[in-house]
């Protein structure tokens, strides 16, 4: 709870635990002081002065969650990228501001766009960065890159040939993107393959090169063995999807490319939830009159593509492959804002302990973004980006339902009504 008096850039908020964003420490019973948007201290409870600092109860204090994949220009409602086509730059911008202020009722402090059109999606985030609108922190890799006819090539990022995709590299770069997207293997896109790699060798490698010689990272789209095969050679950091899928769409796991993956030090986003919401999605349909034969083939396909690429995350993690967390909000029936607890859960649910899939979702996320901060951290110095949960999270993620108060740069942005009402001394927007 925050101070009831004193300085308004000053808050406190005593909880029965604090668990930071490296799977790991927890410190129990403790007040962490924010001051002018930082965490200035975390200190023992008993060396607060009794009536200094309402106490939260059970609550737990998280640093605010990270989701490294989302679509801000799509909203998630089924409708195909293609759907985008005839919508102007500035109603992209607009959906992308109501997608991303979505986040924050979840704990969701900083998106990393990973593909949205034109400058839509960089704008939205210097606004916020601004303070004219108040959201989570949003990077962005800008328009993603692909080759020409390539999957998401409608966000205006096809490029061809080395020289070619280390200028848009670097235009990127100079545009203010906080990470390089590049699409290995086709997608969803009309007319793509999930089964063949889009970029040759040196395409990717040049892409690489150019983003690491800028302080970027590189996140690939990876829907197969091959794709994966490149990526991993070129040296991605963050591997999007990374199915193991043959060129014949069999499911086959490979743990020689598994021990490659760990060996290169990338770090993967299974993307488990978008399947699940897909499934959901049919079941609510399901519920209201009988699936089409159409509808009804994709339910099997998706419910053998879950167990699949269950597996994969799975056996995954035996090969010491960091996943971090990546809901792919706006694609598919994925809404902006549910994904990312949904997709911890999921994580969860194929072997990370609570507290691994929080570090997924703060410490490990951050540590993908190669940027020298303490993004994804509570300790003193980190920027005061967190979450109160109502409850301990390491005993069980439900606890991610339970959001008390959201704190965004020192700023509540978010309460429970209830218990959390009582939150003094700071505003909910900017100016108050
Ligand atoms: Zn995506």
């Known amino acids: 709870m925050g101070s009831m008096s004193g300085s308004e850039a000053t808050m406190r908020f005593r909880v029965a635990r ?32 009794a009536d200094s600092v309402v106490p939260l109860g059970d609550a737990t204090l998280i640093p605010g969650l990270l989701d490294l994949h989302v679509h801000l220009n799509m909203r998630g409602d089924g409708r195909p990228i293609e759907d985008i086509q005839d919508v102007s730059d500035g109603v992209l911008a607009l ?21 949205s059109r034109n400058a839509t999606t960089l704008d939205l985030g210097t606004a916020i960065e601004e303070g004219t609108l108040v959201g989570p922190t949003v990077l962005s890799s800008g328009s993603p890159l692909t080759r020409t006819g390539g999957h998401m090539w409608l966000m205006n990022g096809e490029v061809d040939g080395a020289d070619g995709i280390r200028k848009a590299v670097r235009e990127r770069s100079k545009a203010g993107a906080s990470a390089i997207k590049l699409v290995a293997t086709g997608g969803a896109t009309r007319g793509t393959s999930w089964f063949q790699p889009s970029f040759t060798a040196d395409e990717l490698r040049a892409a690489v090169d150019e983003a690491h010689a800028l302080g970027l990272p590189v996140a690939a789209h990876c829907t197969s063995i091959a794709g994966l095969e490149q990526a991993v050679r070129a040296g991605v950091d963050l591997l999007v999807h990374a199915f193991f899928y043959e060129p014949d769409g069999t499911y086959r796991f490979r743990p020689d490319l598994a021990d490659a993956i760990a060996a290169s030090g990338a770090s993967v986003n299974p993307t488990l939830h978008t399947v699940e919401s897909r499934i959901a999605e049919a079941r609510r349909i399901s519920s209201r009159r009988p699936l089409d034969t159409v509808e009804r083939r994709q339910l099997e396909a998706d419910l053998r593509g879950l167990d699949e690429r269950r597996e994969m995350a799975s056996r995954l993690l035996d090969h010491e492959v960091p996943l971090v967390v990546g809901s792919d909000g706006g694609f598919t029936q994925v809404r902006h804002g549910i994904g990312t607890v949904r997709e911890m859960k999921a994580l969860a649910e194929v072997g990370l302990s609570p507290a691994q899939a929080i570090a997924a979702a703060t410490g490990n996320a951050a540590a993908v973004l190669r940027q020298p901060t303490d993004l994804g951290r509570v300790r003193p110095g980190a920027p005061a980006d967190f979450v109160v949960l109502d409850g301990d999270p390491g005993r069980g993620l439900e606890a991610l339902d339970d959001v008390l108060v959201v704190v965004k740069a020192g700023r509540v942005v978010h309460r429970r009504d209830d218990r959390a009402a009582g939150v003094g001394g700071v505003g909910t927007g900017p100016g108050a």
């Open 95 to 115: 959906r992308s501001y109501a997608g991303a202020a979505a986040y924050l009722r979840s704990g969701v402090t900083t998106v990393l766009d990973l593909g």
């Open 18 to 49: 604090v668990l930071d964003g490296d799977g790991r420490s927890v410190t129990p019973d403790a007040v962490v002081v924010v001051e002018d948007g930082r965490i200035v201290d975390i200190r023992p409870a008993s060396t607060e002065p």
